[in-house]
């Protein structure tokens, strides 16, 4: 057994300061433990011995004789040190910290957490907190906690199989309490408070280890670390994310486009997208996802089928499945002619398919209907919509989705529009049969989309193909830059630094007698808002255009002009998950229309044309309105130079390539310019 383990399979577990005064936090344990028949050793910890709720109590945990598996400390912060030592002193391998008083009360607190890890690690003891809430396993009935959930008349206490895990202590049991009353089966809730040693991303890795678990939810409060969230990814077991904190300050902004698009919270947002896991936005749509968890079903594809009773149901689930990410299933002509047979003259054959409310003098149209859309290879997914519906009539829908689901082997999840006071049991009878149900198409749509993020096939990652380009000096200009991309294999306009306004206008003329000029000058990163680009000069119009470019206090570059096409920003910068490289609509739009996509590096086998595609704007590089199609080969082999190229670039760089402009199909993509920066090293 590790020791993270111990949260769910102790066989003793000792609580340090077990008390009997009503009320106290430390008698909650002891109560929980004994109320809800935890089979292992309860081991009450009091300075005055004797017993507590009638468990005989040691004076000390180095009285004991045995294994302690798991402390519960609920003792108050100046006395948790001598605590966690008599931990280490009796081999305990995990300890829960209860106790507030640390890290989230400031500067004094945080270093007495320091120190009590510390001593923790040096004694080979492991932490779980301060300031937590605790841990229960439902299956194995350790109730390592205080929450006033058990104190409760009341509490189903079943053996589960989603796994809760949550910094919040508070957040986490009121989202298992939340579970519970919509019928979901929790197997284990793990509060992680302050996260000092034991994270609850570590936690939940450690959970996607037990046979019976079949989905794992999380709320994160800190920046989560890459490595364990590839580990967690590829367990196997599906993952949703509750991540606080989208928003940010924003003051690394004016830096860099880059800096402003691939902010902390976008990079997370497409590393989670990029391993496979769920990110949702609140405590309900996290509620949605686990019932979709709970059941084994997968989907093979993101086409959906929709089976309503309601037209409105049928059009909204329509709207959604867009919005959710997923396919409207084209059904097939055999399909449509075998649903022609079946759905009344009224209805609706091609998808979403309307059986109307027939169906509730025929419920023979439920099973006949789904038999269908089962067997067309088109369709991965199938949301069943009806309202209304009462008792019987909910019965026999039930019986009809349980046995398609149990032929296609295709996940089904049903939205169930109407009161439960229409039938009460249906709940009930949805779960155990094995299909996720939610009040609108809108919600069980977006489960779906979940249960496709978790299961469509993930291109492994690999070391990057070749060794990385140098890193820029910290001062590099416009023409270093570009001089190293295009060793790196990006294509640059011909140019070169002039010395006065009569070399401005010969390299015009060399260049074929019309180009770009702008200035380079340490610091001034978005020339053209401060006039230091100029476009289409003539050689007669360079030596004017020479001192007007000088006067800002730099050097002059004479470049070519670039053919015609669609302007793009290319960036990458380093960020608390690693590496990030970003992609969208450059020029003046880039920060107007905020149309980007990101990957952490290093990139998969086509990520950078899922990249490109994923773009709004993705039309105009395609050929909106009969104009040419771009070379979006060449931007996506720009992305891999730049992707190789950075990968041993030094912490706290930013890269910005903007514009790129994508030249007509076959014709390349052009960096036009360039700019870098690099924070300098935190100090100790």
């Not at 202590?169 to 019928?183: D, K, N, P, V």
């Not at 793990?190 to 936690?203: C, F, K, M, P, Y």
Request: hydrophobic share 50%; with cysteine.
């Amino acid at each position: 057994m590790s020791a993270i383990s111990a949260l769910w399979n102790a066989e003793s577990i000792a609580v340090i300061g077990a008390t009997e005064r009503p009320g106290a936090l430390g008698r909650k344990p002891m109560d929980f433990l004994l109320r809800h028949g935890y089979k292992g050793r309860i081991l009450p910890i009091n300075p005055r011995g004797g017993e507590v709720l009638g468990v005989p109590a040691y004076a000390s945990l180095t009285d004991v004789e045995g294994p302690v598996d798991l402390a519960l400390i609920m003792v108050a912060a100046d006395r948790v040190p001598g605590a966690v030592d008599d931990c280490v002193a009796a081999g305990v391998p995990l300890a829960i910290i209860a106790s507030s008083g640390f890290a989230e009360t400031g500067e004094e607190g945080t270093a007495l957490q320091a120190g009590l890890v510390a001593r923790a690690r040096a004694g080979g003891l492991r932490l779980i907190g301060p300031n937590c809430i605790g841990a229960v396993s439902f299956n194995n009935r350790v109730l390592a906690t205080f929450s006033p959930l058990f104190g409760a008349e009341s509490v189903p206490f079943e053996p589960g199989t989603l796994a809760f895990v949550s910094q919040s202590g508070a957040l986490g049991f009121g989202a298992a309490s939340l579970a519970l009353q919509r019928g979901l089966r929790p197997g284990w809730v793990v509060s992680t408070g302050n996260d000092a040693d034991v994270t609850a991303l570590e936690v939940l890795r450690e959970l996607s280890a037990e046979p019976e678990c079949t989905g794992l939810l999380g709320y994160l409060e800190d920046t989560p670390d890459i490595a364990t969230l590839r580990t967690l990814a590829e367990s196997g077991k599906p993952v949703a994310l509750l991540k606080s904190g989208r928003t940010e300050a924003g003051g690394r902004a004016a830096a860099s486009h880059t800096g402003a698009l691939a902010t902390d919270d976008r990079v997370l947002d497409a590393a989670l997208r990029q391993l496979g896991i769920v990110r949702v936005d609140d405590i309900d749509e996290l509620l949605d996802v686990a019932q979709a968890f709970e059941f084994p079903l997968r989907p093979e594809g993101p086409k959906v089928a929709v089976v309503t009773t309601s037209g409105g149901s049928g059009i909204l689930a329509a709207d959604a499945v867009e919005d959710a990410g997923l396919e409207l299933s084209a059904l097939s002509p055999e399909s449509t002619a075998a649903l022609a047979e079946i759905v009344p003259p009224f209805g609706a054959v091609e998808n979403p398919v309307d059986i109307t409310a027939t169906v509730l003098s025929d419920p023979s149209l439920f099973d006949k209907s789904l038999d269908v859309l089962i067997a067309d290879p088109a369709v991965d997914i199938i949301i069943a919509c009806f309202c209304v519906m009462a008792g019987p009539d909910v019965e026999k829908a039930v019986t009809a989705l349980s046995k398609a689901a149990r032929k296609g082997g295709k996940p089904i999840l049903v939205a169930r529009t109407g009161a439960d006071f229409l039938a009460p049991d249906a709940p009930a009878q949805l779960r155990e049969a094995g299909l996720p149900d939610y009040p609108t198409p809108a919600r069980a749509l977006r489960a779906a989309s979940a249960l496709w993020q978790v299961s469509r096939p993930r291109t492994a990652t690999s070391a990057p193909a070749g060794p990385g380009a140098p890193a820029p000096a910290a001062d590099a200009g416009e023409p270093q830059l570009k001089a190293l991309l295009a060793a790196a294999g990006a294509t640059v306009p011909k140019g070169r630094i002039v010395t006065g306004a009569e070399d401005a206008a010969r390299l015009v003329a060399e260049l074929g007698g019309r180009a770009v000029a702008k200035a380079v000058v340490p610091g001034l990163l978005h020339k053209s808002e401060a006039g230091g680009v100029l476009v289409g000069i003539t050689e007669q119009e360079a030596p004017e255009a020479y001192g007007k470019l000088a006067a800002l206090g730099g050097d002059v570059l004479v470049e070519e002009l670039a053919p015609a096409g669609v302007e793009m920003i290319v960036g990458a910068r380093t960020s608390a998950l690693g590496t990030v490289l970003t992609v969208g609509l450059g020029g003046i739009f880039t920060e107007v229309l905020d149309d980007v996509s990101h990957r952490l590096l290093p990139l998969a086998p086509g990520d950078a044309e899922a990249m490109i595609a994923e773009l709004r704007g993705a039309a105009l590089l395609n050929g909106a309105r009969g104009t040419a199609a771009a070379d979006t080969a060449a931007l996506a082999r720009l992305l891999e130079h730049v992707a190789l190229a950075v990968q041993d670039w030094p912490e706290g760089f930013e890269l910005d390539l903007n514009p790129v402009r994508v030249l007509k199909e076959g014709a390349g993509a052009v960096v036009l310019d360039a700019a870098y920066t690099v924070a300098a090293p935190a100090a100790d």
